[in-house]
């Protein structure tokens, strides 16, 4: 019975669905999956007994358990590092190759 520990957007919608078709908590219960004391709790903490905002309550419970939201720039901050890096590899072969530089191989130093 228990898919997931918490209700997310989706479900809250469904519950906002079926509070405007007049269905009884066991009945918002049952069709979700949930508890019926799931569904009373998130119709109870919010005060949302008679306009029930799916987004509001499922903003609300983000904020109350700590979400944080993913960190956006962290992706981009990453893929400029990796052209940073590729771009400072291209210049080091670009000088090696002036240079006249070769890579040592394997065997160099052992004789």
Known sequence: MDRNRFLNLRDRKKIKELLDKERNINQIADALGRNYSTICRELNR???????????????????????????????????????????TRIVKALRDDLGYSEPSQHDGLF
């Open 46 to 88: 919010f005060e949302f007994h008679v306009d029930y905002d799916p987004k509001k309550a499922d903003e609300m419970a983000k904020r109350n358990m700590g979400y944080k939201q993913p960190r956006k720039d962290l992706a981009d901050e990453l893929n400029n590092l990796r052209m940073e890096v590729s771009e400072l």
